[in-house]
């Protein structure tokens, strides 16, 4: 098997079909024999049943189904689709025809061509996005890249091929908490990014809105670095300096020029900014144990309740 394609599906019941017409057309002309690896991510709609008949209609393709007892989310779905690849490529595809399959077969050409590449990565040259979702997202990966030693592409999407060595690497990061952008640039390799232009979405909605993106993006920061928890160590640290330096400034003002200590406000305003800061802190802390927390009960990344295979399973 040359070419695996691992399909997360959340709610695509429309879509499933059209993606696999679309990407049979789009395979046609090439000789290399391939799989499709549907995960349907414990969607609401009937999308498992639509990926169910898609496997019942084509038995001449190699069509993998695996159903989620529920909605994990796209990096569990990740996870899933590249653990049962079989292929010696593996793309991660979405089922929303956003991105299209020509570029996949794009993607396989230059793995066959360069054989220095082990992953191909798309990224968005020119993203259709408001003003302010491109201005946050530009600043969060200007931050990220700053406090992480892994480097952040700005716009790469989760649209990739790679080499088996690099599914391998990506399969041993056995994380609760997966934020794939980090793995995949955590497990090194070389990558080589292709600009490619987003499509509309065939049908229903994104999952995604501003509230989401940012918990993502907190996420990201936390699974991927303690650089908050230095943020609150440093601040730390400067408060107590200050509050020496202003202490012996009040014992001063006292002694050599006789000015008793005054002001109610002041103090008022030092106790709410430390009370603050500290519950900040904590609240870093907290976030940080969360994860751990989660971790160490060592649950499954995803359930299977279904699946459907080609394959003897
Ligand atoms: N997806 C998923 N689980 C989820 C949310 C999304 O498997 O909980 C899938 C979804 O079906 C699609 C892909 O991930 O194939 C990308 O999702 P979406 O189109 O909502 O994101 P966008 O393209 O807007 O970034
Ligand atoms: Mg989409």
Same mark, same amino acid.
């Given at each position: 098997?040359?070419?695996?394609?691992?399909?997360?599906?959340?709610?695509?019941?429309?879509?499933?079909?059209?993606?696999?017409?679309?990407?049979?057309? &789009?395979?046609?002309?090439? =000789?290399?024999?391939?799989?499709?690896?549907?995960?349907?991510?414990?969607? $609401? =709609?009937?999308?498992?049943?639509?990926?169910?008949?898609?496997?019942?209609?084509?038995?001449?393709? /190699?069509?993998?189904?695996?159903?989620?007892?529920?909605? *994990?989310?796209?990096?569990?779905?990740?996870?899933?689709?590249?653990? /049962?690849?079989?292929?010696?490529?593996?793309?991660?595809?979405?089922?929303?025809?956003?991105?299209?399959?020509?570029? +996949?077969?794009?993607?396989?050409?230059? %793995?066959?061509?360069?054989?220095?590449? =082990?992953?191909? +990565?798309?990224?968005?040259?020119?993203?259709?996005?408001? $003003?302010? !979702?491109?201005? %946050?997202?530009?600043?969060?990966?200007?931050?990220?890249?700053?406090?992480?030693?892994? =480097?952040?592409?700005?716009?790469?999407?989760?649209?990739?091929?790679?080499?088996?060595?690099?599914?391998?690497?990506?399969?041993?990061?056995?994380?609760?908490?997966?934020?794939?952008?980090?793995?995949?640039?955590?497990?090194?390799?070389?990558?080589?990014?292709?600009?490619?232009?987003?499509?509309?979405?065939?049908?229903?909605?994104?999952?995604? /809105?501003?509230? $989401?993106? *940012?918990?993502? &993006?907190?996420?990201?920061?936390?699974?991927?670095?303690?650089?908050?928890?230095?943020? +609150?160590?440093?601040?730390?640290? %400067?408060? *107590?300096?200050?509050?020496?330096?202003?202490?012996?400034?009040?014992?001063?003002?006292?002694?050599?020029?006789?000015?008793?200590?005054?002001?109610?406000?002041?103090?008022?305003? %030092?106790?709410? !900014? *430390?009370?603050?800061?500290?519950?900040?802190?904590?609240?870093?802390?907290?976030?940080?144990?969360?994860?751990?927390?989660?971790?160490?009960? /060592?649950?499954?990344?995803?359930?299977?309740?279904?699946?459907?295979?080609?394959?003897?399973?």
């Amino acid at each position: 098997m040359k070419l695996s394609l691992v399909v997360p599906c959340y709610n695509e019941q429309d879509n499933v079909e059209k993606f696999y017409t679309e990407t049979v057309k &789009a395979f046609a002309g090439s =000789d290399f024999s391939y799989e499709f690896v549907f995960v349907n991510d414990g969607s $609401k =709609d009937n999308t498992l049943k639509a990926l169910k008949k898609l496997y019942d209609e084509h038995k001449e393709s /190699n069509i993998k189904v695996i159903g989620f007892s529920r909605n *994990f989310g796209k990096e569990a779905a990740m996870y899933a689709g590249l653990s /049962n690849a079989k292929g010696d490529y593996v793309c991660v595809i979405d089922a929303d025809l956003q991105q299209r399959p020509e570029v +996949a077969l794009q993607m396989v050409n230059i %793995l066959d061509e360069n054989e220095e590449y =082990d992953c191909v +990565a798309a990224y968005q040259e020119e993203r259709k996005e408001s $003003k302010m !979702m491109i201005t %946050l997202k530009n600043a969060f990966y200007k931050l990220i890249n700053k406090i992480t030693e892994v =480097d952040f592409v700005s716009g790469a999407s989760d649209f990739r091929t790679f080499r088996r060595s690099m599914v391998e690497a990506i399969l041993n990061m056995t994380e609760y908490h997966r934020f794939s952008k980090g793995i995949f640039s955590w497990v090194g390799f070389n990558t080589k990014f292709i600009p490619y232009e987003v499509q509309e979405r065939e049908s229903g909605v994104s999952n995604w /809105n501003v509230w $989401k993106l *940012f918990k993502y &993006a907190l996420e990201g920061i936390i699974s991927f670095t303690t650089a908050p928890l230095k943020f +609150a160590t440093g601040v730390g640290t %400067l408060a *107590f300096f200050a509050s020496i330096i202003y202490t012996l400034i009040i014992v001063i003002r006292h002694f050599v020029w006789g000015v008793d200590v005054a002001g109610y406000d002041s103090i008022v305003a %030092l106790i709410l !900014m *430390f009370g603050g800061l500290q519950l900040l802190c904590v609240g870093i802390l907290g976030e940080y144990l969360a994860k751990v927390y989660v971790q160490v009960k /060592n649950r499954p990344v995803y359930i299977i309740s279904k699946m459907y295979s080609y394959e003897e399973i």
